[in-house]
């Protein structure tokens, strides 16, 4: 079967997820980490991307994101490769590429997905056994949104300032949104919408995002269709 093409929207967030091969490390110590910020802020920057929540792991990181044109997502990961990991491989002596296939992606709808997606984002290394809260976690978005230091790479969505009239109300309401962490099957659908690149939201989301002769935005359904017949 023919590999769909990627689905991004111009104007509307996504969830961004890139691994590298198995067995094969991200990163190594901090300044590899000081490299890969470096190489994701002059990526977004360049390519005309908000970047509203990012997580980096060992051996792959997450990003919520909102590409100022369709194909923005694709010129700032691929800025963000050839930055990365050119230094990378200087620094480690090192050939060949890190990522074990393209990124992984899905366009969500803001009204129920964006904010969710920030809190999975940033609740990833804590759920990957790395550190005890979220907020530990030195790279990520965390600590921003917490408010215990101002990240200039983040540009927060409407959604999370609608969480208080006060800088101090949104960090309390963010709090209380990593504590509670996702649902079970909300963290399925977004996983699953990611690696699959389906788009995440409502029917109606769907329907204003088609756009006549594009690729499909969510699997459809299995059998064949149901059978209509003319009243007699």
């Known amino acids: 079967m023919a590999r769909l093409p990627r689905l991004a929207v111009a104007g509307w967030p996504h969830h961004l997820v890139q691994r590298t091969h198995p067995g094969q490390a991200l990163v190594h110590d901090d300044t590899d980490r000081q490299a890969w910020l470096r190489a994701l802020r002059e990526g977004a920057l360049g390519a005309a991307v908000a970047i509203h929540a990012y997580a980096l792991l060992d051996d792959c990181f997450h990003l919520v994101a909102t590409p100022e044109q369709a194909e923005s997502l694709s010129q700032m990961m691929q800025a963000l490769g050839r930055r990365y990991v050119a230094v990378f491989n200087r620094r ?138 003319s009243p007699a």
């Open 92 to 229: 480690h002596g090192r050939a060949g590429g890190l990522w074990a296939g393209r990124f992984r992606a899905t366009v969500l709808e803001p009204e129920r997905w964006l904010l969710p997606a920030m809190v999975h984002v940033e609740r990833r290394p804590a759920d990957a056994g790395l550190v005890q809260q979220p907020a530990d976690h030195a790279w990520s978005s965390c600590a921003h949104h917490l408010g215990r230091r101002r990240d200039p790479l983040v540009a927060d969505p409407a959604p999370y300032w609608a969480l208080g009239n006060t800088p101090f109300e949104r960090e309390a309401a963010w709090r209380r949104l990593l504590d509670d962490g996702l649902p079970a099957a909300d963290r399925c659908a977004l996983e699953q919408s990611t690696h699959l690149g389906w788009a995440l939201g409502s029917a109606e989301f769907l329907k204003r995002l088609e756009q006549p002769g594009a690729r499909p935005l969510a699997p459809r359904p299995r059998g064949r269709p149901r059978r209509v017949t």
